[in-house]
């Protein structure tokens, strides 16, 4: 999966609306259900950078993202500069979770088995200093 140039953006909430503004002028697709996947996962991404990542601590940090049009749908590419995270351990423990009945699950921990039933494609590598995602979301003909 490639990406185009990223972006800097502040590691807080109030970044988010700029990050979306960017993944929407770049992302030409004609269904918008794959834009608003891809906006949902990004704001998961972003909100689990802040709270779990460290990025409450340290006020000054940075996330990077970049959006990508193409023929097959959309790719976008989070990446943050906190401690390494593999994504994949904790969708799966969220997986073995999901198999107990309702009532019986903790509160919270499904978000990113969100992202990952959301995308067609998830892929996590630590690039150096930073973590990084690569999701693609697939254009799908409307229903």
């Given at each position: ?10 590691a ?55 959006a ?33 009945p ?42």
């Open positions: 999966m490639g990406a185009d140039s990223l972006y800097r953006f502040p807080r909430m109030e970044s988010l609306v700029s990050m979306v503004e960017h993944l929407q002028s770049v992302a030409t697709v004609p269904d918008t259900a794959t834009v608003l996947r891809a906006e949902t996962a990004l704001e998961e991404l972003l909100s689990n950078s802040i709270v779990h990542g460290g990025g409450l601590l340290l006020p000054q940090a940075w996330v990077w993202m970049s990508t049009a193409r023929v097959d749908g959309v790719l976008l590419r989070y990446e943050d500069p906190f401690a390494p995270f593999d994504p994949m351990a904790k969708i799966d423990e969220a997986l073995r979770r999901t198999a107990s309702m009532e019986q699950q903790p509160v919270g921990g499904l978000g990113l088995l969100m992202v990952f039933r959301m995308a067609d494609e998830f892929r996590y590598l630590r690039d150096g200093e930073r973590n990084r995602i690569d999701l693609l979301f697939a254009s799908r003909p409307s229903r």
